[in-house]
């Protein structure tokens, strides 16, 4: 082998190796969130790994793998050494790699690695690979509802015509499930219907504050002002405009979002407090795939 293909095939392997690295560099950079322009340093590895193993590639393809152009036709009739002719062709192919097994490995490595990088985001799929974190929720049997300085809720203070925001006490405020929409109703507007029958507090009702469209915060409560003539009190979600029915279980009046609000079973302790009297009746969060099918889960 000479010195020109020599140095051929240790840039191949070279850029291989640089190839896998990169990529191992893609997956390092995708799990710490802390590193700064993450999303341009993600392309950077990645883009770059291509670009070295689609040069090793060239590299392989035009120096190490020897071609062979036949002038004379081929003899229709004469077979004789064709099996010879066929078996030196083939071990010629392959005598540029001194050193295939180093090679091989440096392919492998590459390929491994850039499989390993494509993969890699499919972690963050969530309905896919982490079903359970998506149905989990804070809520479970005698949990109190507190405000947004940790202060309990007493069922004395909920008053008609009125939107308080809660939370699950001792909950992370930004986890998915902690956070409810609380409202109270006179009992005779309740309509709820038989499977939810007992979720409310004396008209007072409590829904997952997360629109079940989109995932965006329930942050409306419309109220009629003329009974008469306007429709029921109804929450809101100002970012597209899904309308869910308190009164109801928070059925889907108005809007794109494609199921009722998860409603939260309510109890008043001896000292009037509310607590959680159990989970909600549904998933929280925007609807996909399957969803319909599961039930809210406490969080483990």
Not at 78 to 86: P, Q, T
Not at 124 to 134: C, N, Q, T
Request: hydrophobic share 45%; glycine share 10%; aromatic share 8%.
């Amino acid at each position: 082998m000479d010195k020109k293909n020599m140095r051929a095939e240790t840039a191949a392997i070279l850029l291989l190796l640089l190839g896998a690295l990169l990529c191992v560099a893609f997956v390092v950079v995708y799990a710490v969130d802390r590193i700064p322009d993450q999303t341009q340093f993600l392309g950077l590895a990645l883009g770059l790994a291509l670009v070295c193993i689609a040069a090793a590639l060239i590299i392989t393809g035009r120096k190490l793998v020897v071609t062979e152009e036949l002038v004379e036709e081929y003899p229709p009739e004469v077979h004789a050494g064709e099996v010879d002719l066929i078996s030196s062709l083939v071990e010629e192919s392959g005598s540029r790699l001194t050193r295939r097994r180093l090679f091989k490995l440096a392919l492998l490595a590459a390929g491994g690695g850039l499989a390993t990088a494509v993969i890699t985001p499919a972690a963050s799929f969530g309905p896919l690979i982490r079903v359970k974190e998506l149905f989990g929720t804070p809520w479970t049997r005698g949990r109190r509802l507190v405000d947004d300085n940790g202060r309990p809720y007493t069922a004395s203070e909920i008053e008609e015509k009125t939107f308080y925001t809660a939370f699950a006490e001792g909950a992370d405020k930004e986890e998915l499930g902690s956070s409810l929409v609380l409202v109270r109703l006179p009992k005779t507007s309740l309509k709820l219907p038989p499977e939810l029958q007992g979720y409310d507090a004396d008209g007072i009702v409590a829904y997952s504050k997360i629109c079940t469209h989109a995932g965006c915060a329930i942050a409306m409560y419309e109220v009629p002002t003329f009974a008469p003539d306007e429709p029921r009190a109804a929450l809101v979600c100002p970012c597209h405009y899904s309308t869910f029915d308190p009164a109801t279980g928070g059925t889907v009046t108005f809007g794109p979002a494609g199921r009722p609000l998860p409603m939260l079973p309510l109890m008043v302790d001896g000292k009037g407090q509310l607590r959680a009297k159990g989970n909600f009746n549904g998933p929280v969060g925007p609807s996909w795939w399957g969803v319909r099918n599961r039930k809210a889960e406490p969080s483990s």
